[in-house]
């Protein structure tokens, strides 16, 4: 299984993730990207299909905002930190 969650505090809107898959990532009215399936909670699994774009999003984003996990995050980014 795979989670991801968007760190607000440290997004800088680059606007990458949006870009590379915007199935699981938008933007609030500030800009700053948020995971669209839950909420920004992380505690939904995202579909297979997506693992990949999840994972070049995680990879692309300049301020490591974007953090991904086997377990869920439940509303905190920094959980596994
Ligand atoms: Fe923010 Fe990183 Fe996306 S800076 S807009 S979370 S690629």
């Known amino acids: 299984s795979l989670f991801t969650i968007v760190d607000k505090e440290t997004c800088i809107a680059c606007g990458v993730c949006g870009v590379t898959c915007p ?4 933007y609030d009215i500030n800009g700053l990207s948020e995971v669209i399936i839950d909420d920004n909670h992380g505690s939904k699994q995202i579909p297979e299909l ?3 774009d999840v ?9 490591e905002s974007i953090k991904i996990s086997e377990k869920p995050f439940h509303g905190n980014p920094k959980k596994y930190e």
């Open 50 to 52: 997506f693992y990949e």
């Open 55 to 63: 994972i070049d999003a995680y990879e692309s984003c300049p301020s």
């Open 23 to 26: 199935q699981i990532f938008d």
